[in-house]
């Protein structure tokens, strides 16, 4: 079926076209029939023709009028143009519409039948391609999920056995680095740590497609499958750095996330995110996300907020990855684990040389010290622990001693150990020194119009985490104590007559004296001239 809409302001040229189309094509035919232009453009958003006849000369708009407003809102119709004249301007305009016949009056039935097959032929082709792309895209509708799916799950494999650059290829991916975000959810936040995983798990299943449509509204990402308590997501970045601005950005964004999410499910969310890496690097940026996991308890952490900075381990063996990785993290237990396992594994795939008097095999001896040695020097580059602090002249005479293979296992866990704590303890006076160099920059700049975000970005971390940092540091929020610095600063100007209360109010940071004065009663008891007398 067609539903051809024909439009000429006189009637004998709309009913001979109509009976030209009747009479040749019968019921496959619906026509309709209009004489203005103002018609034409209601009749295609309510009849929404497949061809229409439209005469140039109509009263009101013109039929070049007419095409050009009906073009804005639907360009598969296809237009004939009908005019008594035949003008080259008329026929260039048609052109640039799309128009597939010019045809002038007088029009007889042979030339209305052939230009109405070639429209049809042109509808026909249309519909083709969009039932075409329609089973293409229903079968996209299945695939691409799975291929998601298995790209995530790709990812956050150590032995990634897909190629990267194949999915990225598949999904139509172009950029060339991205982030990773992994959110953890769970009935409850107890002490940080998320609750019901298993009830949640079926909650979040049951409403997983809602949940990646609001996921999509905030990030253009890839969100992998529901994993235990998980969703991981792939997020493609146009930029090998990430500034300081669009990190605070990302942070926002994933915040308001986070809370449609919990309003969607009534769970409570939690997110990490990872730094920007190369698409091949892309599992180290999960790896950092899973850190934010468990070293914060905050809504969302980014790992260029965490107090010990970004460290990266690129190191060829697995084991040898892990537990640089769990050391790094200052985790002793699983360090230790970890280590039980490089020795097993060394056991496993050295080909030993034992001696006769039962001491260690040569190769785990050499080994377990190029590994604390390993350990030692990632500290040192990430700038976690000073040179000093981890002395290691030692090693070389301790494993020259030698001893059984249990001792030397003993010795190894003990420096692995000692090692953890150093990383612990440097990491706790490195969130001090953050704190130190926040109250520095007040201190110096208290008289300026500063806010929490300015000082946040002089230290280079986002002001969500700057500002739990510096409640939990200090047991005061920033504005209690940007204000208490003013205040007392304004003590001590009051202190010189030389300086009049309105200029110690610019001095101290304040713009309004009549907001000054309140905040100094509210602190002080008394206004500042009072305060001055006294």
Same mark, same amino acid.
């Given at each position: 079926?067609?539903?051809?809409?024909?439009?000429?302001?006189?009637?004998?040229?709309?009913?001979?076209?109509?009976? #030209?189309?009747?009479?040749?094509?019968?019921?496959?035919?619906?026509?309709?029939?209009?004489?203005?232009?103002?018609?034409?453009?209601?009749?295609?958003?309510?009849?929404?023709?497949?061809?229409?006849?439209?005469?140039?000369?109509?009263?009101?708009?013109?039929?070049?009028?007419?095409?050009?407003?009906?073009?804005?809102?639907?360009?598969?119709?296809? /237009?004939?143009?009908?005019?008594?004249?035949?003008? @080259?301007?008329?026929? +260039?305009?048609?052109?640039?519409?799309?128009?597939?016949?010019?045809?002038?009056?007088?029009?007889?039935?042979?030339?209305?039948?052939?230009?109405?097959?070639?429209?049809?032929?042109?509808?026909?082709?249309?519909?083709?391609?969009?039932?075409?792309?329609?089973?293409?895209?229903?079968?996209?509708?299945?695939?691409?999920?799975?291929?998601?799916?298995?790209?995530?799950?790709?990812?956050?494999?150590?032995?990634?056995?897909?190629?990267?650059?194949?999915?990225?290829?598949?999904?139509?991916?172009?950029?060339?680095?991205?982030?990773?975000?992994?959110?953890? @959810?769970?009935?409850?936040?107890?002490?940080?740590?998320?609750?019901?995983?298993?009830?949640?798990?079926?909650?979040?299943?049951?409403?997983?497609?809602?949940?990646?449509?609001?996921?999509?509204?905030?990030?253009?990402?890839?969100?992998?499958?529901?994993?235990?308590?998980?969703?991981?997501?792939?997020?493609? /970045?146009?930029?090998?750095?990430?500034?300081?601005?669009?990190?605070?950005?990302?942070?926002?964004?994933?915040?308001?996330?986070?809370?449609?999410?919990?309003?969607?499910?009534?769970?409570?969310?939690?997110?990490?995110?990872?730094?920007?890496?190369?698409?091949?690097?892309?599992?180290?940026?999960?790896?950092?996300?899973?850190?934010?996991?468990? +070293?914060?308890?905050?809504?969302?952490?980014?790992?260029?907020?965490?107090?010990?900075?970004?460290?990266?381990?690129?190191?060829?063996?697995?084991?040898?990855?892990?537990?640089?990785?769990?050391?790094?993290?200052?985790?002793?237990?699983?360090?230790?684990?970890?280590?039980?396992?490089?020795?097993?594994?060394?056991?496993?795939? /050295?080909?030993?040389?034992?001696?006769?008097?039962?001491?260690?095999?040569?190769?785990?001896?050499?080994?377990?010290?190029?590994?604390?040695?390993?350990?030692?020097?990632?500290?040192?580059?990430?700038?976690?622990?000073?040179?000093?602090?981890?002395?290691?002249?030692?090693?070389?005479?301790?494993?020259?001693?030698?001893?059984?293979?249990? +001792?030397?296992?003993?010795?190894?866990?003990?420096?692995?150990?000692?090692?953890?704590?150093?990383?612990?303890?440097?990491?706790?006076?490195?969130?001090?020194?953050?704190?130190?160099?926040?109250?520095?920059?007040?201190?110096?700049? @208290?008289?300026?119009?500063?806010?929490?975000?300015?000082?946040?970005?002089?230290?280079?971390?986002?002001?969500?985490?700057?500002?739990?940092?510096?409640? +939990?540091?200090?047991?005061?929020?920033?504005?209690?104590?940007?204000?208490?610095?003013?205040?007392?600063? #304004?003590?001590?100007?009051?202190?010189?007559?030389?300086?009049?209360?309105?200029?110690?109010?610019?001095?101290?940071?304040?713009?309004?004296?009549?907001?000054?004065?309140?905040?100094?009663?509210?602190?002080?008891?008394?206004?500042?001239?009072?305060?001055?007398?006294?």
């Amino acid at each position: 079926m067609f539903r051809i809409l024909v439009a000429d302001d006189e009637g004998i040229m709309r009913d001979s076209i109509r009976n #030209a189309i009747e009479s040749n094509f019968g019921s496959d035919c619906e026509v309709m029939t209009v004489r203005s232009g103002r018609e034409v453009i209601e009749q295609c958003q309510t009849f929404r023709p497949d061809i229409a006849f439209v005469d140039i000369q109509m009263p009101g708009l013109s039929g070049i009028q007419a095409i050009q407003e009906v073009k804005k809102f639907d360009s598969s119709i296809v /237009f004939i143009i009908i005019s008594a004249y035949d003008r @080259f301007s008329y026929a +260039q305009e048609a052109v640039n519409l799309g128009v597939i016949e010019y045809v002038t009056k007088p029009v007889n039935k042979k030339k209305i039948i052939e230009v109405c097959v070639r429209a049809m032929h042109q509808v026909e082709e249309a519909r083709k391609k969009r039932s075409d792309d329609l089973r293409v895209r229903e079968k996209l509708e299945i695939v691409i999920p799975m291929i998601e799916d298995a790209f995530i799950n790709n990812l956050v494999q150590e032995d990634r056995r897909g190629n990267v650059q194949d999915y990225l290829r598949m999904l139509d991916i172009r950029q060339q680095y991205c982030y990773m975000i992994t959110l953890e @959810f769970g009935e409850q936040a107890e002490d940080g740590v998320l609750t019901n995983i298993v009830g949640s798990n079926v909650r979040v299943n049951q409403i997983y497609t809602n949940m990646k449509e609001i996921i999509h509204d905030y990030l253009d990402c890839i969100a992998g499958p529901v994993m235990g308590s998980r969703i991981i997501l792939y997020v493609p /970045f146009d930029y090998e750095h990430l500034a300081y601005e669009q990190r605070v950005e990302i942070i926002t964004r994933v915040r308001s996330m986070l809370r449609k999410l919990e309003q969607e499910s009534s769970l409570k969310f939690r997110a990490g995110i990872g730094s920007v890496k190369d698409a091949e690097e892309a599992f180290i940026s999960y790896r950092e996300s899973m850190r934010c996991l468990r +070293q914060e308890k905050n809504h969302v952490v980014h790992v260029m907020d965490l107090a010990a900075g970004q460290f990266q381990e690129t190191y060829p063996s697995e084991l040898e990855e892990r537990y640089i990785q769990m050391g790094m993290k200052a985790d002793a237990e699983e360090a230790l684990l970890s280590a039980s396992q490089l020795f097993d594994w060394m056991k496993e795939n /050295f080909e030993l040389l034992e001696n006769s008097d039962s001491r260690c095999p040569e190769q785990i001896e050499m080994k377990a010290l190029e590994l604390l040695l390993q350990l030692v020097g990632k500290a040192r580059e990430a700038g976690t622990v000073h040179m000093d602090s981890l002395q290691t002249d030692h090693y070389l005479t301790a494993v020259r001693k030698g001893g059984s293979e249990q +001792q030397v296992r003993m010795w190894f866990a003990a420096e692995t150990r000692r090692i953890c704590d150093e990383i612990s303890n440097a990491r706790k006076k490195d969130s001090g020194t953050i704190i130190n160099r926040a109250i520095i920059y007040i201190k110096e700049h @208290f008289a300026e119009n500063i806010d929490l975000e300015d000082v946040s970005r002089n230290i280079n971390i986002s002001p969500y985490y700057f500002s739990r940092l510096f409640k +939990q540091e200090t047991g005061e929020n920033f504005i209690e104590f940007l204000t208490y610095t003013r205040i007392q600063k #304004a003590k001590e100007y009051l202190s010189n007559p030389d300086y009049s209360i309105k200029e110690v109010c610019s001095m101290c940071g304040y713009a309004d004296p009549n907001y000054f004065s309140r905040i100094f009663r509210k602190y002080e008891g008394v206004s500042p001239s009072e305060y001055r007398e006294k």
